[in-house]
């Protein structure tokens, strides 16, 4: 009996029976049960929320603008989706505890998403068959799945921060998770393929930092004696330099110079000139990891037009993706206990070409009733009558 097992059954931890998941994925589950990372992975890489101004301005852009998407539910039918006004999960994602908003929830997960790669939900229900009261956003930075060589996946261990874990099932928690080539059972976080850019992006700044705080934002020199001094008066020298540009660090040389004293400022190197450029190209580089099109969005060259190409793209490659992935998981993993055939679905965010569209209704209608139109376009009911039977429906002209 493994470590989790012994954690488990101490808190009286018991797997309701299931049929055995498949051989490959007992005998993935049994080879990963070691592998699992510990939270302190986790703890580094939100760390960098904190410290790495590129990954906040990047990964707040994205969350809250995934968070303010709206999110409707749909009872499918054939190949349809009917709206369902108010269905109980979207009241309850309104407010989905006592102590956060909707936004508040969702721009949690979609943060933890991006920085660690996992996100997760619990849902305050006694049993699978229950639809949850509250919905809660677990830290990714405390909870760890426990795969199981008889179920794939056993559950999940909560760690309190205090010593204490606590056992979670499976039918309690919502994992949204990236892909990870190495796992089935954790995502893997973008940090990981920008950890160099992010070291040096930092050590930049502290870099940078010490010059303004430290030199009092003056760059190095040299002061050179061209005459020859005795060892005893040399060091005089050097202690009343040192008590005298305590903030200013520099060079002191003898048998150097032009004549007497002199003053040699040192030339800004090819790294210090580069500075700016440098800390652009992280800046785009991680941008370009975590959202498409942000950079040129926010670029202090963007024109109208390339601005809105941009913006197009963030929509297209980076929310558009989350939103559908987080939706897909709700669909797949809460709303079955509500009903059958229901479906999430957030607003889209992509940019639609609005003259195109029309111009793709317009010869749509020369085949096709009103009440197609309608359903097509506008995702409304039929009319019911012998106006929704009528072809060559009025359109607006461009």
Same mark, same amino acid.
């Given at each position: 009996?493994?470590?989790?097992?012994?954690?488990?059954?101490?808190?009286?931890?018991?797997?309701?029976?299931?049929?055995?998941?498949?051989?490959?994925?007992?005998?993935?589950?049994?080879?990963?049960?070691?592998?699992?990372?510990?939270?302190?992975?986790?703890?580094?890489?939100?760390?960098?929320?904190?410290?790495?101004?590129?990954?906040?301005?990047?990964?707040?852009?994205?969350?809250?603008?995934?968070?303010?998407?709206?999110?409707?539910?749909?009872?499918?039918?054939?190949?349809?989706?009917?709206?369902?006004?108010?269905?109980?999960?979207?009241?309850?994602? @309104? $407010?989905? %505890?006592?102590?956060?908003?909707?936004?508040? *929830?969702?721009?949690?997960?979609?943060?933890?998403?991006?920085? +660690? =790669?996992?996100?997760?939900?619990?849902?305050?229900?006694?049993?699978?068959?229950?639809?949850?009261?509250?919905?809660?956003?677990?830290?990714?930075?405390?909870?760890?799945?426990?795969?199981?060589?008889?179920?794939?996946?056993?559950?999940?261990?909560?760690?309190?921060?205090?010593?204490?874990?606590?056992?979670?099932?499976?039918?309690?928690?919502?994992?949204? @998770? $990236?892909? %990870?080539?190495?796992?089935?059972?954790?995502? *893997?976080?973008?940090?990981?393929?920008?950890?160099?850019?992010? +070291? =040096?992006?930092?050590?930049?700044?502290?870099?940078?930092?010490?010059?303004?705080?430290?030199?009092?934002?003056?760059?190095?020199?040299?002061?050179?004696?061209?005459?020859?001094?005795?060892?005893?008066?040399?060091?005089?020298?050097?202690?009343?330099?040192?008590?005298?540009?305590?903030?200013?660090?520099?060079?002191?040389?003898?048998?150097?110079?032009?004549?007497?004293?002199?003053?040699?400022?040192?030339?800004?190197?090819?790294?210090?000139?580069?500075?700016?450029?440098?800390?652009?190209?992280?800046?785009?580089?991680?941008?370009?990891?975590?959202?498409?099109?942000?950079?040129?969005?926010?670029?202090?060259?963007?024109?109208?037009?390339?601005?809105?190409?941009?913006?197009?793209?963030?929509?297209?490659?980076?929310?558009?993706?989350?939103?559908?992935?987080?939706?897909?998981?709700?669909?797949?993993?809460?709303?079955?206990?509500?009903?059958?055939?229901?479906?999430?679905?957030?607003?889209?965010?992509?940019?639609?070409?609005?003259?195109?569209?029309?111009?793709?209704?317009?010869?749509?209608?020369?085949?096709?009733?009103?009440?197609?139109?309608?359903?097509?376009?506008?995702?409304?009911?039929?009319?019911?009558?012998?106006?929704?039977?009528?072809?060559?429906?009025?359109?607006?002209?461009?």
């Amino acid at each position: 009996m493994g470590l989790m097992d012994n954690v488990l059954n101490r808190f009286g931890y018991r797997k309701a029976t299931m049929s055995p998941a498949p051989g490959w994925l007992r005998a993935t589950a049994e080879g990963s049960s070691g592998m699992i990372p510990d939270g302190s992975i986790y703890d580094n890489q939100a760390d960098l929320y904190r410290r790495l101004s590129w990954i906040l301005i990047a990964v707040q852009i994205t969350a809250q603008s995934c968070a303010a998407a709206a999110l409707s539910v749909h009872k499918r039918r054939d190949e349809e989706l009917d709206d369902i006004t108010n269905h109980p999960f979207e009241v309850l994602l @309104k $407010r989905p %505890n006592e102590m956060q908003s909707r936004f508040e *929830l969702l721009e949690a997960t979609f943060s933890y998403h991006a920085l +660690t =790669g996992n996100a997760y939900w619990w849902l305050n229900r006694s049993s699978a068959d229950e639809t949850p009261k509250e919905i809660w956003s677990i830290p990714a930075t405390n909870i760890t799945p426990v795969p199981d060589k008889q179920l794939g996946l056993k559950g999940y261990i909560y760690d309190t921060g205090s010593g204490k874990k606590m056992p979670m099932e499976t039918w309690e928690v919502v994992h949204f @998770k $990236r892909f %990870n080539p190495h796992s089935m059972f954790v995502g *893997l976080s973008p940090i990981e393929a920008l950890a160099t850019v992010a +070291t =040096g992006d930092l050590g930049m700044q502290k870099v940078n930092t010490n010059l303004y705080t430290e030199n009092n934002g003056r760059l190095s020199g040299i002061l050179a004696f061209a005459d020859p001094i005795i060892d005893s008066e040399w060091e005089r020298i050097k202690g009343d330099v040192k008590e005298k540009s305590a903030k200013r660090q520099m060079m002191i040389l003898r048998n150097a110079g032009k004549g007497g004293v002199e003053w040699i400022r040192t030339a800004m190197s090819n790294q210090e000139m580069d500075y700016i450029a440098e800390r652009k190209m992280n800046r785009q580089e991680i941008f370009d990891v975590y959202a498409p099109g942000l950079f040129a969005t926010l670029s202090e060259n963007a024109t109208e037009a390339n601005s809105r190409t941009a913006k197009a793209t963030f929509g297209e490659f980076c929310l558009w993706p989350l939103l559908s992935a987080a939706a897909e998981k709700i669909t797949n993993d809460v709303l079955p206990v509500y009903g059958d055939g229901l479906v999430a679905e957030f607003d889209n965010p992509r940019n639609a070409d609005r003259s195109l569209r029309i111009q793709e209704q317009q010869e749509y209608s020369r085949s096709h009733t009103i009440d197609e139109v309608r359903q097509k376009f506008y995702g409304e009911k039929e009319l019911g009558d012998e106006r929704g039977a009528a072809e060559h429906a009025a359109l607006p002209t461009l």
